[in-house]
């Protein structure tokens, strides 16, 4: 029975962190189909950090973006509180199309890398349409920002962009709980973001990354 129970556990924490992984490098590339107001430049590279009330975890990552050629790479830091303790996840997500297909791959500390084929392509960046509302205001005396929020009855999503540009600059996620109270559960927050591509071989992959069962 307790090997079971021990089982059961290791199974329910990798579920989450898969679940984590997905929601970490999709949200933070914020990227959406259908009619946008506006895209971030086709290639830029920056740090985000944030947190995520559901997942209990706070992230750093480096973002590397290059719609142009169809690929995004994340170096992610994760501490995540789980069990009554802190884990700290450390790796390399890698999206690219390679023929016309679309792979992730996850590349562990280690080295260790598995790989999937994706259900959709990859995404260009851009902020959608439909807001509720939007502002425009200037950030430390010189940036022109731009904040779109979309509301609906029970959460509310924000995102922050540079006005001209449409680089990325803040997102978050509120939810609507009891008692007419909100509560942020997604805080993500970009800087440092240059445009073009440094080093174009921080795409390429391992050539033994093993396909993930």
């Not at 280690?110 to 439909?130: A, F, I, L, P, W």
């Amino acid at each position: 029975m307790e090997s079971n129970i021990h089982i059961d556990h290791r199974h329910k924490e990798q579920q989450r962190l898969k679940e984590l992984k997905s929601f970490i490098f999709v949200f933070a590339i914020l990227a959406v189909y259908g009619q946008n107001e506006c895209c971030s430049p086709q290639q830029w590279e920056g740090d985000a950090a944030g947190f995520s009330r559901r997942n209990n975890e706070t992230f750093f990552e480096y973002i590397s973006y290059d719609f142009a050629n169809r690929r995004v790479r994340a170096d992610l830091y994760e501490r995540i509180w789980f069990n009554h303790e802190i884990k700290i996840v450390q790796k390399t997500l890698i999206e690219k199309e390679v023929q016309g297909v679309t792979y992730v791959y996850d590349i562990e500390k280690d080295g260790t890398c598995t790989y999937k084929q994706n259900d959709h392509e990859v995404r260009q960046m851009c902020v959608r349409s439909g807001y509720s509302h939007k502002y425009d205001y200037t950030i430390g005396g010189e940036l022109q920002a731009t904040l779109y929020q979309y509301r609906q009855r029970d959460y509310d999503e924000e995102v922050e962009v540079a006005s001209k540009t449409c680089i990325p600059i803040a997102g978050f996620v509120f939810n609507h709980h009891e008692r007419h109270n909100w509560h942020m559960d997604f805080d993500i927050r970009f800087w440092n973001v240059q445009l073009g591509i440094r080093n174009p071989n921080v795409f390429n992959t391992p050539a033994d990354c093993k396909k993930q069962n």
